[in-house]
């Protein structure tokens, strides 16, 4: 008999925990819009993305039985009662401008970290970071294409999406953690991902404010010059901020 040796690591623990949980929340959110969807291709899309993520999160939390922190009632999603997803995510889209920002900005940032994690020094998430990038990039271009047609109508569409962006915005930019997060800076010590929580916020804000700023939708963000990079203009909700669930109280 065989036995299997557990890993002790409280912080990649932490953050597979995390991404699981956004994974399947996500996937639940967008499910409801698989026939609310405004145009047939967008509840065409809205399937196939709901399966992605769905997928996604089935191939992470197997994950969690490898190590010494796991609760065996925690491991599975039909059994678990700790949810570490963002706090917007805890209740249904209001409408479609909801599904739009949280494609464009929630699933972009958890793709964000994918991508950094495609070298990643511990394999299980390597192997899994590869296949989640390749397929969201599709969700990257369904978000933007989505953003720039809502905003281009104009009216009280424009409004209502503007005002649905700034409510995942907070959160979203806060899941990267503080610049001196232990979580995610041992994650890049150890080289499992590569780069810092300042740097993954930044390579995210590149992702995303050349297409709202083409669409003159201002965010307390903006562009240095001298750094070449996009940065925050007014301080995060910190205090709210927990470590533990990475998402807002």
Known sequence: MTTTTRIDHEALFAV?????????????????????????????????????????????????????????????PMTRTLHYHLATLDEDFVGWCDFVAANFLVDTALTTFFEAAQDSSYEPLRQRARKVVQEERLHQVHGEGWVRRLARTGGAVRKTLIASLTRFWDETLCWFGPSDDATLQ????????????????????????????????????????????????????WTRWDTTSRRLE
């Not at 956004?22 to 899309?45: D, F, M, S």
């Not at 993520?53 to 609760?71: I, K, N, S, V, W």
């Not at 300042?198 to 995303?208: F, M, N, P, V």
Request: some cysteine; overall charge negative.
């Open 16 to 76: 597979l925990s995390s991404l699981a949980d956004n994974k399947q929340a996500i996937g639940r959110r967008y499910a409801y819009w698989c026939n609310g969807a405004p145009a047939l291709e967008a509840a065409v899309a809205a399937a196939a993305m709901t399966q992605d993520e769905l997928g996604h999160a089935r191939t992470l939390y197997p994950l969690l039985e490898d190590f010494t922190q796991a609760d065996p009632v925690q491991v599975e």
């Open 186 to 237: 041992r994650l890049f010590r150890e080289k499992i991902i590569n780069a810092n929580p300042d740097e993954l916020r930044s390579r995210y804000l590149q992702k995303i404010m050349p297409v709202l700023q083409s669409l003159d939708i201002e965010m307390p963000v903006a562009f240095n010059a001298g750094s070449q990079r996009w940065d925050t203009t007014q301080p995060l909700p």
